[in-house]
């Protein structure tokens, strides 16, 4: 971060979005690294395992729409408040009278739903406090907060071995408790927060062709990170026969690698503009899931190319939200609730289609190739729409685009 932004916003604030959304993170996709132990307990088939994992993604995608909602009423502090205390009392309940069935789990999933949405609120909260050419950085240091879901991978099948999995739901707690009070000390809104709109106004961006392109340009950059986020754990143990700690480490692994790269993402994309950031870092993702897709001899192999791969997507998702707050300024709050909840819904898209692909075909090898197909038709949109965006509403901004 230069000091040119270090000096332009609020960096008590920004840290808040950072960490609130870090740990938010964490619990949002922890069904993954738990996925090989609750699979085991309860008997699940390859199709259930990929819903598992699938289901908090997409649950948290459809969630960013309400929260964008309440951002924009209540400002992002309160309604960040307002999402932790749900995510903290659900955990509770959960732990408190036990997950013994599927439709338990899926309804578990629905609750960690809410702490995926914490990306309608934590990226809101940073952004209205930071200038025109320094959203991507800004933007990336709060997205940063990707990191959350490498924490699960380190720490949850390692916890699940040592206090059973059910008591890894209660655990989780205590990290969300800590984030709750640093949000409560350090959050402040911005007082250049729009005021709220009237019902009608919250999708009239999507009369537009532009939102829907950062929808589907989220989906796939984002939907990519989190679908294999959710379920390596799952491929390295079923595809690799490792143990459940030692494939989460490699998924952690992987994980840190796309999500510690979102700020530099967001700071390339500020120097030499989002859409030549974006074009690059499509081509490699996709050429990363191919080859994942031709089943690599060994799980360091893999591991080597899917974090070519999360590089790749982790970077394009700095891009993609150094764009957006460019276009709609004046409606980030609503847009952050709709281009996250198209990212939620890649996610769940890759993550059940691993896990269909796995349970049809006897290989993973469908669900990245499908995925890797639609890195290539972003990467076709983009050139598509690049001339005109730049003509258009890229020339009123100061910023490159």
Known sequence: MDAGCWKAGHRPALFASFFYFDLSFMVWVMLGPLGVAIASHLGLSPAQKGLMVATPVLAGALLRI??????????????????????????????????SSFG????LALVLGVAGAAFAVALPLASRWYPPHYQGTALGIAGAGNSGTALAALFAPALAIAFGWQNVIGLAV????LALAVYV??????????????????FAPLRGADAWWFMFFYAVSFGGFSG????????????YGLSPVMAGYLTAACVFAGSLVRPFGGAVADRVGGIRSLMLMYCIAAAALFVAG????????????LVVAMLAMGMANGAVFQLVPQRFREEIGVMTGLVGMAGGVGGFFLASSLGLARQVTGEYSGGFYLFGVI????????ASVKRRWRTTWGALVQARI
């Open 375 to 382: 890195a290539l038709l972003a990467l076709v949109g983009l």
């Open 104 to 107: 338990g789990i899926l309804m």
């Open 174 to 177: 205590l990290p969300l408790l």
């Open 185 to 202: 000390l350090l959050a402040r809104d911005s007082p250049s927060n729009p005021p709220p709109k009237p019902a009608k106004a919250y």
């Open 66 to 99: 309400p929260a964008g909602i309440l951002v924009d009423h209540l400002k992002p502090r309160l309604a960040g408040l307002i999402c932790q205390l749900i995510v903290i009392a659900g955990l509770l309940l959960a732990w408190s009278v036990g997950v």
């Open 228 to 239: 294999l986020s959710s379920s390596l754990t799952i491929y390295f143990n079923d595809q």
């Open 294 to 305: 031709t089943n690599m001899p060994t799980a360091l192999s893999a591991v080597s190319v």
